[in-house]
């Protein structure tokens, strides 16, 4: 009985943390009963990975449409424009879904697209191995036009890269550094978020703490995670106005996208023996958060416009395996 009380009151906290919740707007479950992952949407079309069949999987919110993309894939699918890149079998894919053509960029992962700027990671072989199985310091961005079909490496093979995220000219990712060696089984890492511009083809940084990951980009907006003595919070900069901020201080703030002025993440609480997650919204020009989610167990959000998409487990709480894929329209 005492457990159960604790845990009625830690979902209690979990509720009313933040003073604002979203009056307006409408839920609605897209699929459920699935085994998905990493939601993605763009205009009508949300992509989701499926991991009982590691497909790709595309859904038209206009026709209800769901259609299957690809098989035995190695990352989740995302979209921009008219186009879904995923990788599979150690190899890029791009599906154009105005041609129902794809391409195929050979030992490449980790893409993302905006327009025809595809963004991977490229590693070595060495030893006879294939790259998935390289030390990280074979690891290095490049830059694929679909247009011109020209590669350009962005990054040298010497350091790991991660979560690139693009919009129009500018690419952020995260980049892992090893430090010394502590001993002789344990490195210390850096995690450090650097952009870079295409069309002036500079290098910068946008954080040097150390311990920062998973960066997004949207306009002038890049978002990312802050690690920092076990807590997680996230921060944003305006690369036009050189300004940083950061966004939450609960420490449990993770899985930040970025659309307009708008930032979305997933904020976590320990509830006894599982974790309670909801969705939260920052707006940029009126400084306000609010929550989206009331459901406590809801995940991995990504934004387009006025739509949000995210995984949720409400309805097989005993083992959170099913996650169903809801969409919140801010505007309905």
């Not at 079309?45 to 999987?57: F, G, N, P, Q």
């Not at 590693?123 to 079909?149: E, F, I």
């Amino acid at each position: 009985m005492g457990n159960k009380v604790t845990y009625l009151a830690i979902i209690l906290i979990f509720l009313i943390s933040f003073t604002s919740i979203a009056s307006a707007g409408k839920e609605t479950m897209i699929v459920g009963e699935r085994l998905t992952l990493s939601p993605s949407i763009y205009g009508n079309i949300v992509t989701w990975a499926e991991t009982a069949t590691d497909s790709a999987v595309m859904y038209n919110l206009t026709t209800g449409n769901i259609t299957g993309l690809g098989v035995h894939i190695e990352s989740s699918p995302s979209i921009q424009g008219d186009k879904i890149t995923w990788c599979e079998e150690d190899n890029v894919i791009v599906y154009n879904i105005s041609t129902d053509k794809e391409t195929k960029i050979i030992n490449a992962s980790n893409p993302t697209i905006y327009g025809d700027n595809l963004v991977y990671v490229r590693s070595k072989y060495a030893n006879g191995q294939p790259s998935s199985y390289q030390d990280v310091k074979c690891n290095s961005l490049y830059l694929y036009n679909l247009s011109t079909n020209k590669e350009v490496q962005l990054t040298p093979y010497k350091n790991a890269l991660i979560g690139a995220s693009i919009y129009g000219n500018k690419i952020v990712w995260t980049l892992w550094t090893q430090a010394d060696q502590v001993n002789s089984s344990e490195w210390e890492w850096s995690t450090n978020i650097s952009i870079y511009d295409i069309s002036t083809k500079r290098v910068s940084d946008i954080s040097r703490t150390g311990t920062a990951q998973g960066s997004k980009i949207y306009g002038n907006i890049v978002v990312w995670i802050e690690y920092q003595n076990g807590s997680m919070n996230i921060h944003m900069r305006d690369i036009a106005k050189h300004k940083t901020r950061q966004i939450t201080f609960d420490g449990n703030s993770t899985n930040p996208d970025v659309y307009g002025d708008r930032v979305v993440w997933e904020r976590r609480c320990c509830g006894g023996d599982r974790w309670l997650s909801d969705i939260y919204m920052y707006n940029v020009s009126t400084n306000e958060t609010i929550r989206i989610t009331n459901s406590t167990y809801a995940s991995d959000p990504a934004i387009y416009d006025d739509k949000i998409v995210y995984l949720d487990t409400r309805n097989d709480i005993e083992y959170q395996v099913d996650r169903d894929i809801y969409l919140y329209n801010l505007s309905a």
